[in-house]
């Protein structure tokens, strides 16, 4: 086993199965030394945990519960790099997170859900885990999800 996939196990995290694509395009593609995903919604088994907007209040998706949600899908995202390339050994660093969260119109807490993803890629790869990103509130997500993921890595 190699180091992430050691590391992984430390953690107690086991990626799953890519997802298929809802539509036609591929989960991630290779150009040079990076590795660009599409859009990974927090699948677990083929299902949304949860569906509709982040906010606070009835009705709506937990920001606590939406960052699990976040971290769920960037693992997605980690699934479908590490389907492309066969050893995640092979990630330098993680450069850019993507994050869309399907917001409630009063809702402003968009990067502390994306830090879900954020904490858990540092927790993994430790300082070449850092990366810059974007947390951005959107209207809807495809399938009602409430969060999406876009994931850049670069290779050594």
Do not use: C, W
């Amino acid at each position: 086993m190699g180091v992430i996939a050691d590391r992984l196990v430390e953690l107690g995290v086991t990626l799953p199965s890519v997802a298929a694509p809802l539509a036609t395009y591929v989960p991630a593609v290779q150009s040079g030394k990076y590795v660009y995903t599409s859009g990974q919604l927090p699948f677990v088994d083929g299902v949304l945990p949860a569906r509709g907007k982040v906010g606070d209040g009835v009705g709506l998706v937990a920001p606590a519960d939406a960052a699990g949600y976040a971290r769920t899908a960037v693992l997605n995202a980690l699934a479908a790099v590490g389907a492309l390339i066969g050893d995640l050994d092979q990630i330098k660093r993680v450069v850019k997170v993507v994050g869309f969260v399907a917001s409630d119109p009063s809702f402003t807490g968009q990067p502390l859900v994306v830090n879900g993803a954020s904490d858990v890629l540092g927790e993994i790869f430790g300082t070449a885990g850092i990366h810059a990103r974007s947390a951005v509130g959107v209207a809807v997500l495809p399938l009602d999800s409430p969060v999406e993921l876009e994931l850049l890595v670069e290779l050594a």
